[in-house]
RNA sequence: GGAGCUGUGGUGUAGCGGUUAACAUGCCGGCCUGUCACGCCGGAGAUCGCGGGUUCAAUUCCCGUCAGCUCCGCCA
């Protein structure tokens, strides 16, 4: 996918069609006239009315000229003073983003006043009626492409942000996205079923947002985080293939990729051998891309093996548009004298490399810097090796027989001028800390096509050493894999998950598994997850209870929404493809949520404030 | 919870221990019949985010705070 501006990909010709044939059952309203932008000189000749707001005006005395802007572009009007006087003072008293309405007629332009940064630059509108159908006051910033603006004044009026046009092309691209989706997996046999909004809290997984409940005092519904219990229930239901565009709220602190709502691409199936599910999304991703940006996606998407993205490219979510592979160089590094990487070895642990190509003309000073990120990162350290055209540049190089270090160089396939970097110690910490190092030396410039990959068998648990318990790794409705069974209670964090992910060039898009779908299982997991048989009974006695009634084996994926749109777009925050974002904080600038409210509806509620909150001090 | 960056007319920026706080654009008024980021002339518009401190003097230095952004933790 190339990374171009959102304009040029966007405004090819037919990827936003403005009308659609209605489709069955759908009303047909006819034939709609052209909007401003989509005038042409065949249009040269016609009387029509057309709509907008006013985008700029030139006043040249007796003659103006107005830009007038709606969804599908601009076109230039004009106003002679020669003509209708009324008109012109009428037009005259127009200013900035006034709505307005004209007649007039549609005029070819001399070619030396054509426009050919205009796509209706070979035409303007002679008005004959202009009426005014709402004044407008000066807006804050320019409603224009580019622009340049404190992203706070932009989200507190963002209604005129939206007015933007590349804002309108965010919105259509997203609506379109969606389109091919829901037809897609319609045709793959798939209902959209909605789930509830107001629904219970759970253990585990992130902070719930919590909605006091009116009826039942000091009792609350919780939005959910995704639809996972009820689309589960769904398979259990005998509905076999599901989906829903779902809005999923998370109480979390967010970044530019995360927003307190989102929205998933929920899927989930019965009878499904991953394979299957696998090839269906593999689709829908192609379908998007050749519908969207006319790309013809290569499938199938490579697999890594979680342990094998850990151990190659130190993360689970690997970019594979450029190479630096970490390589494991624990073999050789016993043979040297260098006591951290004997160490580390003799207390079962590795030593690992990473081969940043022509970075050997790092100064001491940029090497001092990594090795400062590393141990910033958790790394005890970080060594280097530079290749020169006559042997090595190190601090290290004397711990290595010459023998040695070539054989180093050769495992690396080190050519002089790279820069090797080693960490030492703990396998898995030595791999997320060259992982890290690895996007930071990422190359600057990296191939436009989009690369795809499922990691797949992930841990079914992983350790939490603040709480010192495990904690599932996916979500605790994963299923096991079936051969893995039998070391669930005696090696717990080595018992691999049916779950997987999938990741375009080192972003994670989205996450599924096959479920546990026998009740025993499931209280096998709970068991080893803390959660105890009196609170699993209270809180999930339901899916347990349906596990019970011949629930099918099943499965399923969610995939960002608003980090796949983003990508299409090219957009770094997922705020650029969201009608109305909120901020870092979680605030919304434009109506001002969240919001105190009146005492009555807290008394409705049977709630009270501790007023002392708010002043961040304890109650008193 | 932690770290960093940003905050100056409507907007985007400049600036500096003492300025009449500069520039562009927008806005208002005037002139202008082929512009399209129109042009020309004139004008209005800023308690320099907020609070405190240092200083003879703070928009400038220090501390705090608020808001926005980015990152770490967090996000089954």
Same mark, same amino acid.
């Given at each position: 996918m190339p990374r171009a501006g959102l304009a040029e990909r966007l405004q090819r010709e037919g990827l936003l069609p403005r009308r659609q044939e209605a489709t069955a059952g759908g009303t047909a309203e006819g034939a709609e006239p052209p909007g401003c932008g989509e005038l042409r000189a065949g249009d040269a000749g016609k009387e029509l009315a057309l709509r907008g707001w006013v985008q700029r005006r030139r006043d040249h005395g007796g003659l103006l000229f107005v830009d007038l802007r709606d969804r599908t572009g601009l076109v230039q009007l004009v106003f002679n003073?020669?003509?209708?006087?009324?008109?012109?003072?009428?037009?005259?008293?127009?200013?900035?983003?006034?709505?307005?309405?004209?007649?007039?007629?549609?005029?070819?332009?001399?070619?030396?006043?054509?426009?050919?940064?205009? @796509?209706?630059?070979?035409?303007?509108?002679?008005?004959?009626?202009?009426?005014?159908?709402?004044?407008?006051?000066?807006?804050?910033?320019?409603?224009?492409?580019?622009?340049?603006?404190?992203?706070?004044? #932009?989200?507190?009026?963002?209604?005129?942000?939206?007015?933007?046009? /590349?804002?309108?092309? #965010?919105?259509?691209?997203?609506?379109?996205?969606?389109?091919?989706?829901?037809?897609?997996?319609?045709?793959?046999?798939?209902?959209e079923i909605e789930t509830p909004a107001l629904t219970r809290s759970t253990p585990e997984g992130a902070r719930d947002y919590l909605v006091p409940s009116r009826s039942s005092p000091g009792s609350f519904y919780a939005l959910p985080q995704s639809p996972q219990l009820f689309k589960q229930l769904l398979m259990v239901g005998g509905v076999?293939?599901?989906?829903?565009?779902a809005r999923c709220f998370r109480d979390e602190d967010l970044r530019a990729d995360r927003q307190p709502e989102f929205t998933q691409i929920d899927i989930e199936a019965s009878f499904m051998e991953r394979e299957r599910l696998f090839a269906i999304m593999e689709g829908m991703m192609?379908?998007?891309?050749?519908?969207?940006?006319?790309?013809?996606?290569? #499938?199938?998407?490579?697999?890594?093996?979680? #342990? /094998?993205?850990?151990?190659?490219?130190?993360?689970d979510k690997p970019d594979l548009?450029?190479?630096?592979?970490?390589?494991?160089?624990?073999?050789?590094?016993?043979?040297?004298?260098?006591? =951290?990487?004997?160490?580390?070895?003799?207390?079962?642990?590795?030593?690992?490399?990473?081969?940043?190509?022509?970075?050997?003309?790092?100064?001491r000073r940029e090497l001092d810097e990594l090795v400062a990120?590393? =141990?910033?990162?958790?790394?005890?350290?970080?060594?280097?090796?530079?290749?020169?055209?006559?042997?090595?540049?190190?601090?290290?190089? @004397?711990?290595?027989?010459p023998a040695l270090l070539e054989k180093i160089g050769e495992l690396a396939g080190a050519v002089p001028g790279d820069l090797l970097l080693f960490a030492a110690g703990d396998r898995s910490l030595c791999n997320e800390v060259l992982g890290r190092m690895r996007l930071h030396?990422?190359?600057?410039?990296?191939?436009? /096509?989009?690369?795809?990959?499922?990691?797949?068998?992930?841990?079914?648990?992983?350790?939490?050493?603040?709480?010192?318990?495990?904690?599932?790794?996916?979500?605790?409705?994963?299923?096991?894999?079936?051969?893995?069974?039998?070391?669930?209670?005696?090696?717990?964090?080595?018992?691999?998950s049916q779950a997987y992910d999938l990741v375009l060039n080192g972003v994670e898009l989205g996450s599924g598994s096959n479920r546990i779908h026998r009740r025993e299982i499931q209280w096998r997991i709970f068991r080893e997850l803390g959660i105890s048989e009196d609170e699993a009974m209270e809180k999930f006695s339901f899916l347990l209870e349906a596990l019970e009634y011949g629930a099918p084996p099943h499965g399923g994926i969610a995939l960002g929404l608003d980090r796949l749109v983003a990508l299409f777009t090219g957009d770094e925050s997922i705020r650029q493809v969201i009608a109305f974002p909120k901020t870092a904080a979680g605030s919304c600038l434009l109506t001002g949520a969240p919001a105190e409210v009146a005492p009555q509806q807290l008394q409705e509620l049977g709630l009270s404030i501790k007023s002392a909150l708010k002043d961040g001090g304890p109650d008193r």
């Open positions: 003073s020669e003509g209708d006087r009324e008109l012109f003072a009428l037009a005259e008293s127009l200013r900035s983003e006034y709505v307005i309405a004209v007649r007039g007629k549609v005029l070819r332009r001399d070619p030396d006043q054509r426009n050919p940064a205009l @796509k209706t630059g070979e035409i303007e509108i002679q008005v004959a009626h202009l009426e005014i159908l709402n004044r407008s006051k000066t807006p804050p910033f320019y409603i224009e492409d580019g622009l340049h603006v404190d992203e706070n004044l #932009r989200l507190r009026y963002r209604y005129l942000d939206l007015r933007r046009p /590349e804002n309108y092309r #965010r919105l259509a691209l997203r609506h379109r996205a969606v389109k091919l989706i829901r037809d897609y997996l319609d045709g793959c046999g798939f209902l076999e293939r599901y989906f829903q565009i192609a379908l998007l891309y050749s519908g969207l940006l006319g790309y013809e996606l290569p #499938r199938p998407f490579l697999r890594l093996t979680y #342990r /094998e993205a850990m151990e190659r490219y130190g993360t548009r450029f190479g630096m592979e970490l390589i494991d160089c624990s073999e050789p590094a016993r043979e040297s004298e260098f006591k =951290v990487f004997r160490s580390a070895l003799e207390a079962g642990g590795a030593v690992k490399a990473l081969r940043a190509p022509g970075k050997g003309g790092y100064s990120l590393a =141990v910033g990162w958790g790394a005890g350290g970080l060594a280097w090796l530079i290749r020169e055209e006559q042997g090595w540049r190190s601090p290290i190089a @004397k711990f290595f027989s030396l990422a190359p600057e410039s990296l191939p436009a /096509e989009p690369h795809f990959l499922w990691v797949v068998d992930f841990p079914l648990f992983e350790y939490d050493p603040l709480e010192k318990r495990l904690t599932p790794a996916h979500h605790p409705f994963t299923a096991p894999r079936e051969e893995d069974l039998p070391l669930l209670e005696s090696e717990p964090l080595a018992v691999r």
